[in-house]
């Protein structure tokens, strides 16, 4: 049974609010964790208590239990000229490479006549996300 400490394997795929399928590991490795680890998202943890080997859940998580609200703060204006031209369109996601070497993607929101409005949320906030799962191992 999956509790604090326990080594959990899962299946899972993950929807949109519109069924828009965004993500799977089914056919594939399945996502191993340590429950209470803060590996996953708090509240999917929470909801994977209690399931056994076996056990199929589907677990709805809304934004601020998953990537959060969008930020306006988190919207930049930048010069044109900073952006490569193949990617000054909106929709368009740059990747942006921090000091560890982790890398980030920013979305183009807005162009302008001599700027750029990027987006730095995670280009899942503000969606409510639904996890199909199901129980692959516990140690």
Known sequence: MIRN???????????????????????DDPLTFVLGE?????????????????????IIL??????GPVVKEAFREVDIDTVPAAYRFAGAVLGVQDPSGSVYPIRVHEVKSNCIILDFNHPLAGQALRFDVKVVDVN
Do not use: R
């Open 5 to 27: 400490g326990k080594k959990v394997s899962l299946e899972y795929t993950v929807f949109l609010d519109d069924g828009t399928q965004i993500d799977t590991n089914v056919g």
């Open 38 to 58: 803060h590996q996953i998202f708090p509240a999917l943890e929470q909801e994977l208590l209690g399931l056994k080997i076996g056990d199929t859940k589907q």
């Open 62 to 67: 809304e934004a601020d239990q998953a990537y």
